[in-house]
T-cell receptor, first 115, second 111 residues
Framework: DTGVSQDPRHKITKRGQNVTFRCDPI?????LYWYRQTLGQGPEFLTY????????KSRLLSDRFSAERPKGSFSTLEIQRTEQGDSAMYLC?????????????FGEGSRLTVL | DAKTTQPTSMDCAEGRAANLPCNHS???????VYWYRQIHSQGPQYIIH???NNETNEMASLIITEDRKSSTLILPHATLRDTAVYYC????????????FGQGTELSVKP
């Protein structure tokens, strides 16, 4: 499978714990995006990278959230001191800079439940 | 990026054409119209995009009005597997960066 993969698919944690999600984009894509989606809502943009550079961050990305893409390949999204309001689906997407038709390829998402 | 307005939900009979409208009255001259859909528990999937001409691919057709203030996504022969939330998004082509999703239209295809 050469699509965007995310891990883990499901994570249940207790309030106050830290969690980390990983995203492996399509190999030739140099843009990577993180979105958050709560029940009944459309995906909300969090941040995006071009190669290893984080080019934009939403104000939704509080100080407890940090995203990295150290070598311009996979990315991690860490949430520190989780709160119940962080419960959501976290979606990763990738796209190509050189073939930028506006098409983003999304993964299946990582669902977080904070108890 | 311009805002879009879509109906919250629509029904369609299996085998019939599904016509999903979108209003984008503040669209700028360099903004394209994109359509994505999201089947339950999956990530969004790109369907089609266009600037001012009608577009067709293997999934759907996109009809954009002459003044570009609205568009319609057409699924010519809807199947049960087309049941999903459909998002209409406008943005500048080749801008890079994010897509901004609204709440979309929940399409239910019924047998």
């Amino acid at each position: 499978d050469t699509g965007v993969s995310q891990d883990p698919r499901h994570k249940i944690t207790k309030r106050g714990q830290n969690v980390t999600f990983r995203c492996d984009p399509i190999s030739e894509h140099n843009r990577l995006y993180w979105y958050r989606q709560t029940l009944g809502q459309g995906p909300e943009f969090l941040t995006y990278f071009q190669n290893e550079a984080q080019l934009e961050k939403s104000r939704l990305l509080s100080d407890r959230f940090s995203a990295e893409r150290p070598k311009g390949s996979f990315s991690t999204l860490e949430i520190q001191r989780t709160e119940q309001g962080d419960s959501a689906m976290y979606l990763c997407a990738s796209s190509s800079f050189t073939v930028n038709t506006g098409e983003l390829f999304f993964g299946e998402g990582s669902r977080l439940t904070v108890l | 990026d311009a805002k879009t307005t879509q109906p919250t939900s629509m029904d369609c009979a299996e085998g019939r054409a599904a016509n999903l409208p979108c209003n984008h009255s503040t669209i700028s001259g360099n903004e394209y119209v994109y359509w994505y859909r999201q089947i339950h528990s999956q990530g969004p999937q790109y369907i089609i995009h266009g600037l001012k001409n009608n577009e067709t691919n293997e999934m759907a057709s996109l009809i954009i009005t002459e003044d570009r203030k609205s568009s319609t996504l057409i699924l010519p022969h809807a199947t049960l597997r087309d049941t999903a939330v459909y998002y209409c998004i406008v943005r500048v082509y080749n801008q890079g960066g994010k897509l901004i999703f609204g709440q979309g239209t929940e399409l239910s295809v019924k047998p």
